[in-house]
């Protein structure tokens, strides 16, 4: 499917408008999950974090950089990209497979417009940007969530929180973040639309597809997940 992309593209202003249609929905449309699921992964993180810290030697300020390097590593990106998968990637594979079963992309091949090219990369340009911003969005509010609830639960005062994510920060961990964010945002666009695609029957068999390619998407990521880690940790 990826080699039949590049193959009879439409004119660069077709994808540019239908790029910027993905991205607003992809975006606006996950927004609320990510702001409701972020908030309270953040508090959660920093609820635990203290408990676990139960010796008198060890700062309270340490519990703000444990939540900002868990968020930055692995929650904002993998965290919400699982979420995504569920939100983004079965909505790809059901409109791509109900196109499918209709008949709607013969007709595209029938006006001599190649199918794969004017559905895929569309959206996967829109993934590839709107993850990254998904994800920073989602690192803000993790952040802001474990700070308002080290506050609220006098666990640690927001200077506390602000010095210990300072102290120790280390601008690499924000490299590996952005690194899976688009590594992610690749994956579940692509395997999403595979199963779309290739969805053959009606109604139940979108369902199916649907099914799969969040299955298939969150597989994938498991793995590019520990070969980044690997690589660059």
């Known amino acids: 499917m990826m080699m ?14 239908l790029t910027l249609i993905e991205v607003a929905s992809m975006c606006i449309g996950s927004a609320s999950i990510v702001v409701l699921i972020a908030s309270f992964i953040g508090a959660v993180t920093t609820v635990q974090t203290a408990y676990q810290l139960v010796s008198p030697f060890i700062p309270k300020y340490t519990i703000g950089n444990i939540v900002s390097a868990s968020s930055l590593l692995e929650l ?5 990209a699982f979420i995504l998968a569920g939100r983004i990637g079965s909505s790809i594979a059901s409109q791509i497979g109900t196109m499918r079963v209709t008949e709607q992309i013969d007709a595209l091949e029938v006006m001599g417009i190649n199918p794969v ?29 474990g700070a308002i609830a080290g506050n609220m639960t006098g ?21 590996v973040m952005y690194t899976k964010s688009f590594i992610f945002g690749f994956l579940i666009t692509t395997i999403s639309a595979y199963h779309g695609y290739y969805t053959n029957g009606g109604a139940l068999e979108v369902g199916q597809s649907a099914t799969k390619a969040v299955v298939y998407s969150c597989i994938a990521m498991v793995i590019a997940d520990f070969i980044v880690a690997q690589v660059m940790l």
């Open 155 to 175: 666990l640690l005062s927001y200077d506390e929180f602000a010095y210990g994510v300072q102290i120790w920060f280390d601008p690499h961990q924000v490299t």
């Open 4 to 17: 039949a992309m590049p193959r009879t593209l439409e004119r660069p202003s077709v994808y540019y408008r």
């Open 76 to 80: 904002a990106p993998t965290v919400i």
């Open 117 to 145: 090219g004017y559905l895929v990369i569309p959206k996967l340009l829109g993934g590839i940007i709107s993850f990254p911003i998904l994800v920073t969005f989602s690192a803000f509010l993790l952040h802001l969530g």
